[in-house]
């Protein structure tokens, strides 16, 4: 039972590098999102799918860019890594039930991203 | 903008305890609040989910409850065990944007 899977669970950069973080669930949900964890912050969402082919941003997307690969994959892509991107990055998926409300949310265990 | 504020940031408490965590939310429209619990290094779990329909929702020895004109909701854990040790998160949905979250209580079970 895998859930939500991402890969790599932890990565080192230096400044003006690029990576992807890839994540990919089994569960056939439609909606996928990323987040990033700072201390003493929360969670706070990048980007988010609502289904395969559509992306919208969310509260910090500057410096990311994302993909939604086919409906189990949603990758997030720095670019130019800068230190304030150093984080852990959260992947998760969800499914709207007959409410249409998408609930609830399930996590991958995060990518723990250092820039130097 | 919809703020999430959780009180306290750190909790400690002997095994055995009753303990309440809080979480407060600026804007009452939301369609439902979700209380995660999450271990060091891990992801997060989720543990509750209230509708903005409902007063509370029981799993085991969680309750969750949820004022939503009063923006508050708040975790009650009954009988306290170690194992209980990790953040306590509480987010709340509005819609397409999926969720806003708290920075999280720290909680911290003595054995």
């Known amino acids: 039972n895998a859930g939500v899977t991402q890969t790599p669970k932890f990565q080192v950069l230096k400044t003006g590098q690029s990576m992807t973080l890839q994540c990919a669930q089994d569960?056939?949900?439609?909606?996928m999102y990323w987040y990033r964890q700072d201390p003493g912050m929360g969670l706070r969402l990048i980007y988010y799918?609502?289904?395969?082919?559509?992306?919208d941003k969310g509260e910090v997307p500057n410096g990311y860019n994302v993909s939604r690969l086919n409906k189990r994959e949603f990758s997030l892509r720095l670019e130019s890594a800068a230190p304030s991107q150093t984080s852990v990055y959260f992947c998760?998926?969800?499914?709207?039930?007959?409410?249409?409300?998408?609930?609830?949310?399930?996590f991958g265990d995060g990518t723990r991203l250092s820039i130097l | 903008k919809q703020e999430v504020t959780q009180i306290p940031a750190a909790l400690s408490v002997p095994e055995g305890e009753n303990l309440v965590l809080n979480c407060s939310f600026t804007?009452?429209?939301?369609?439902?609040l979700q209380w995660f619990r999450q271990d060091p290094g891990k992801g997060l779990t989720s543990l509750l989910l209230?509708?903005?329909?409902?007063r509370e929702q029981t799993s085991g020895r969680l309750n969750a409850s949820l004022d939503k004109s009063s923006g508050r909701s708040t975790l009650y854990i009954a009988a306290s065990q170690p194992g209980d040790s990790a953040t306590y998160l509480c987010?709340?949905?509005?819609?397409?944007?999926?969720?806003?979250f708290g920075s999280g209580t720290r909680l911290q079970v003595q054995p």
């Open positions: 998760a998926s969800s499914e709207k039930r007959g409410t249409g409300y998408d609930q609830p949310q399930h």
């Open positions: 569960m056939n949900h439609n909606s």
């Open positions: 799918s609502a289904s395969e082919g559509t992306t």
């Open positions: 804007d009452s429209a939301i369609y439902n």
């Open positions: 209230i509708q903005s329909s409902q």
């Open positions: 987010a709340v949905y509005m819609g397409r944007r999926a969720l806003t």
